[in-house]
């Protein structure tokens, strides 16, 4: 599913008005009308029910009042509050409430906060919100946020027009307050801001609605953005020959694990293994080995020496080096720790090996310590909120409220793909690429399952995917492998990395049955 920034619609509109000839009264007729259907679809036949509508300036209430119209003729006893002056109402909203303004259509203009508090929701079969479309970008004050916290307050269902008013459509947060949706019908395309947080949760149920944007303006407009779904899932996945074997199944070499995070290493080789890689290595401390060989006889060990401090260091960098042959790809960094010869260990690594590589975790922070060293062949980098702010020396809410454009920043200064993990994973592409991610849970929120994500990736670049590919597919499958873990336990809470890396072949099986 293609996504599309404010200002990204806004050309999609213009091209079709205004290069196709399509009255922009004609769209907005089509997203009232169908607004008005997917309502009846969910909530049931409005008829001698009462619904209340609240209508903002620009198109976004204009919608509203064509879906005032459209609920009249089915006998619904509508109620607009129209929020702005008659007179500010401009261009084919204009048009539409000069046509309500002729029906038997109550309709109040309210201009304070006062009058607001006076509407009674209590007895509405439904309400929609049509205060603010997606070209809000100032905070929701007044009378606005009354009727925000109005909405908020009713016990029926809230239908919010293209996004909830007060919602960024952007970056996904809330500017001031926000309406919290139980249905959003979304025009056009679905917008970045409603697959991320909190943004997610503010839509509801979200619909995207046909309003005959003709497919060419949307073919011709090159969007960047995507949703990863199952859709546009099953072709990453990775084939092989009825004849292939452990050898050409894609052998990774993982480096990781320090004292008291050995288990960091063990999710990661089980994510690679889970993923389909046919071999898996791991540099580990020597003083540690046996810990390894007896929890994961499924991977091998490269035991390192380590003058049983536990860590490995710059002292290990020639034979890390040497261990790189024959390999697919590198995981770097679960559980490896921040000592100051691990750090330049990680920096050498880094910039040194001319494989493919994961970069993860306790490398993320190595790495923070230095500017970013260049790198001789593809990185993938995998950090969760706090380890980006490190990464480029910021807050991790200033993370938090720029996922996108953060990440895109990054990946494009520095060459690499990121994988900015949380609710809403965020792949970026060193071309200007986005995917987000539409899979995943709460319950995922817990030590472990980032390592198990880097092995998964990995696992993938070993079989033959392009790093994109990769991330992709690898971000989208761990999500899964969550959400079929909640489906199978029926909890949110509680269950186990190791678990989640246990359900990877049975997701993979399944994507591979859609394609």
């Given at each position: 599913m ?18 196709l000839g399509?009255?922009?009264?004609v769209l907005?007729?089509?997203?009232g ?7 009846i679809r969910?909530?049931g036949?409005p008829e ?5 509508i ?12 064509v879906?005032?119209r459209?609920l009249?003729?089915?006998?619904c006893?509508?109620r607009?509050?129209l929020?702005?002056?008659?007179e500010?109402?401009?261009?084919d ?8 303004r002729q029906?038997?259509?109550?309709l109040?203009i309210?201009s ?5 508090k006076?509407?009674?929701l ?5 309400a929609?919100?049509s ?7 100032r905070e929701v004050?007044?009378h606005?946020?009354?009727a925000?916290?109005?909405?908020n ?8 027009v293209?996004?909830p008013s007060?919602l ?12 919290r ?9 679905a ?8 943004g997610?949760?503010?839509c509801g ?9 003709p ?9 960047t953005?995507k949703l990863?779904d ?12 009825p004849?292939s074997?452990k050898?050409t ?5 993982i ?11 063990i999710?990661?080789?089980s994510g ?12 580990v401390p020597?003083s540690?080995?046996a ?7 499924e ?14 260091t ?5 034979m ?20 100051p010869g ?5 920096q ?17 922070n ?14 993938i ?7 980006m702010?490190r990464l480029i020396s910021?807050?991790t809410?200033?993370i938090?409220t ?9 990946a ?7 994988v900015?993990k949380g609710?809403g994973?965020?792949?970026?592409n ?9 899979t ?5 929120g ?9 092995g ?10 392009s790093?994109?590919?990769a991330?992709?597919l ?9 959400d ?8 949110e ?6 678990e ?11 994507l591979?049955?859609?394609?």
């Amino acid at each position: 599913m293609k996504l599309v920034t404010a200002e990204q619609m806004r050309n999609l509109d213009h091209q079709a008005i205004h290069g196709l000839g399509i009255p922009g009264i004609v769209l907005m007729e089509n997203a009232g009308r169908k607004t008005v259907e997917g309502l009846i679809r969910y909530y049931g036949n409005p008829e001698a029910q009462k619904i209340s509508i609240f209508v903002g300036p620009g198109n976004n209430g204009g919608d509203g009042l064509v879906m005032a119209r459209h609920l009249h003729q089915y006998g619904c006893l509508v109620r607009i509050f129209l929020l702005v002056e008659p007179e500010k109402i401009k261009g084919d909203a204009a048009v539409n409430l000069a046509i309500v303004r002729q029906l038997p259509i109550p309709l109040d203009i309210v201009s304070t906060e006062a009058q607001v508090k006076k509407i009674n929701l209590a007895n509405d079969f439904a309400a929609v919100d049509s205060l603010f479309g997606t070209g809000l970008k100032r905070e929701v004050t007044g009378h606005f946020a009354a009727a925000v916290e109005c909405l908020n307050r009713a016990d029926c269902p809230v239908v919010c027009v293209d996004i909830p008013s007060g919602l960024d459509s952007d970056s996904g947060q809330v500017l001031g307050c926000c309406v919290r949706a139980n249905l959003t019908m979304t025009y056009g395309l679905a917008k970045v801001g409603q697959f991320i947080h909190p943004g997610a949760e503010l839509c509801g149920r979200l619909e995207v609605v046909d309003i005959s944007i003709p497919p060419l303006v949307v073919d011709e407009a090159g969007l960047t953005t995507k949703l990863l779904d199952k859709e546009n899932m099953t072709g990453l996945l990775p084939t092989r020959s009825p004849a292939s074997h452990k050898g050409t199944n894609g052998h990774v070499l993982i480096i990781a694990g320090s004292a008291g995070k050995t288990g960091a290493a063990i999710l990661c080789a089980s994510g690679c293994l889970r993923s389909g890689s046919g071999l898996v290595s791991l540099c580990v401390p020597r003083s540690l080995n046996a810990i390894f060989e007896t929890v994961l006889p499924e991977a091998m060990t490269i035991p390192l020496e380590d003058q049983n401090k536990q860590i490995l260091t710059i002292d290990n960098l020639e034979m890390i080096l040497a261990a790189t042959q024959g390999k697919k790809a590198v995981i770097l960094g679960p559980g490896l720790g921040t000592d100051p010869g691990t750090v330049e260990l990680v920096q050498q690594l880094y910039k040194q090996i001319t494989l493919p590589m994961v970069v993860d975790a306790d490398a993320l922070n190595c790495l923070a310590e230095t500017q970013l060293p260049p790198h001789p062949a593809v990185r993938i980098l995998t950090p969760h909120p706090g380890e980006m702010a490190r990464l480029i020396s910021r807050s991790t809410k200033e993370i938090q409220t720029e996922r996108i454009g953060r990440a895109q920043d990054f990946a494009s200064r520095h060459q690499v793909f990121l994988v900015l993990k949380g609710a809403g994973t965020v792949i970026a592409n060193p071309d200007g690429k986005i995917a987000i991610n539409s899979t995943g849970n709460a319950g995922m929120g817990v030590g472990g399952t980032g390592d198990v994500l880097a092995g998964v990736i990995s696992g993938l670049l070993a079989q033959g995917l392009s790093p994109w590919q990769a991330a992709c597919l690898g971000v989208h499958v761990h999500g899964l492998a969550g959400d079929k873990l909640i489906a199978r336990l029926g909890i949110e809470l509680g269950y186990l990395a190791g678990e989640l890396a246990d359900e990877i072949p049975a997701v993979l099986q399944k994507l591979m049955a859609i394609k």
